[in-house]
């Protein structure tokens, strides 16, 4: 895409109503814009970004042969007073709307409700299971507080995978299996470094729950982490048996702040229970099904991963989810040399921004800085008829020939 | 996909609380889930279908040179203040709610306000024009009656494309380009045959506008065709005036029930106005920037494919958006020879719903005709190694070879 024809553009200042570095690094380089603390549009580099995000868990969770739906936001009392969630007072942080007709209806915060209820029309029999459905969709919650950027959403993207199993043995093997999906996704977004798998307590359902926390000074959580076992415990929660039940060494946790960057839920027979969702087993018997709950946040995902790969001159971009992957800048008087570079990198498949603008080379580097695409391409008088490549997060650059550039990126 | 794996289930009877047929059809093969009237859970083949009709419609909107982004839901008061639209005496289909604090919030139905804003922010001069960005996204509409299925949503989706231009000519080069765009839009979703230009008015922002009306008896508008002219007159609008602009024979109008499937307006200055949106011309001088708005709701264009394309015995999709192509049904006893075939099928790139399950010839036949996949593929012992090919719309049958049939439907 030629950066001429983008409709937005950086701001240089400081955004002042902003404390986080992703929401101050987002909105300046033109990814987002925000309409309300904890309520973001995303703009088309921004959109694009979460696209691939989307794709790439996409991808993880269909890999596991999970079916992808759609659910609602607006949700009816009945089914979430039948789990007990309907009340403000349990759940403090819906949005309530009513009906013409004063029906009170909410957005959903959640959807473990309304799939047990689904899932209720369409399993009967111990042949319909196990099975699990996701949805990649909007959630809303009513947060006092909303100052992290997009990764507190009052309205935020959520992927919502739910699991229905036979019994406790069924799900443990499913459950187990997913704790390795989520690692992968978190790899592939560049934050497997940095990411443990951390247990917590305090779940009504169940009385453990694994959480996948990023560390970063940005958490709002903080975590005790055993780096030779690879495992942490929440700090808010920690006891002798999660150290136990972890194996961690008490005398090697390290204390550090992290992001929340996906939980796993075993919810037992909670929701199927509440929606009569119940099949009949190979001796005739009818019993409850076993779920489970997976959730992760692909804007908090993209939130985080500002905030674990930047600099003081802007986002540093993993390969597979940056906006372009290639931003090449023009510095010539004229046009066609950069042109026909553009168009044979195009040719070649790969996604390019082209600096096409009228604008001093110094402004057009500052800018390329703060979009954060992995490879920056510089087509300039003093370099002929050659390239100068860089990447986002070195110093040293290389000039090249096209026909090499091709070879090294591909 | 293997229809054992599939997690929905064709429901035989009619549905009680359902009296449109697209709701009827939709829920009775699976493809939706009614949670509340007018609020639908996509299912896996209907979000499937609604995935295709929305990757169709981005297909074409790129194509005029459109920017992708995503707005949010929840909206403050404040710009829809500014511009008279936040009262619910003004607009009567506003869903509310509040912030912990009290602030009031809506949910939006639709959102010129919010992108003039955004516009105004990267907007100052000339050469920043002409543009155009649009969403595929959720709205929400307060609506008193939704009896029509996923026509008429309370929680819908829509794609709205707003345009900014420089001026009143360079705007209407674009709005009569959209015309175009629009009518290849219902060209691909097999639509065209039945849908009219229809010139309605009574806008507060322009005298009139067009819509495009796809004419079904499930529709809510009735319009006047001129079938000669190939162009209509909403019939609420009719008058002596729109006779002249269309320039039909009103001897030769017929009146027909059609669906609305699309609305592009001239907004003229009056949101930009209000969000002070305005740019710096050649000779320096300020001015509001002139906009449009483009909208069509992916959710009810689905609902209307399937009041246009169905027979007594389910529904009948056009192969651009079919959730497969093939339905390969095995009556074998044995699935070792449908497996090898669905296999090959799908190496050779088609995406193919196999009926691997253990039940009767004739239920598989009546829930292939219900859920309308454009080829059925039957494997039976009385057919050697060969394969009953028969169209969803046509009656007849052919007896092929594996290789035969690759060759007919690539």
Redesign the interface.
Known sequence: MKQS?????TLKEKVKDEISINAQLLTRA?YV?K??AG??????LG?KV?NKINQLIREEMNAV?S??????????SKIWEDSGRWSDKVVDNW???????GTE?G?GFTHEE?IAN??A???SSYK?LP?S?YQIQ?K?R???RAKAGIMRG??FSMKDLYSFSRNKAEHDQFYEKMKGVYMKVFSRLGLAAETYLTLSSGQPFSKYSYEFQTVSEAGEDIILVDKEKNIAINKQDYNDELVKITGVNPQKLIEKKAIEVGDIYSLGEKYSQAANLKYTDENGKEKNVYMGSYGMSPTRLMGTVVEVHHDEKGIIWPQEIAPFKLHLLNLKKDLTDSEQIYYSLQKAGFDVLFDDREISAGVKFAEADLIGIPYRLVISDKLGSKIEVKKREETEVKIITLKLLLKEIS
Chains 1, 2 share one sequence.
């Open positions: 024809q983008l409709f937005t553009k033109g814009h309409e309300i309520v973001y549009t995303y703009l088309p959109l979460l042969g079916q992808e739906v759609q659910m609602t936001a607006l949700q009816e949005f309530k709307t009513k009906l013409k007709n209806l957005l309304p689904i899932a029309k369409y399993v319909d099975f459905v909007t809303f009513n947060e006092i009052r309205e």
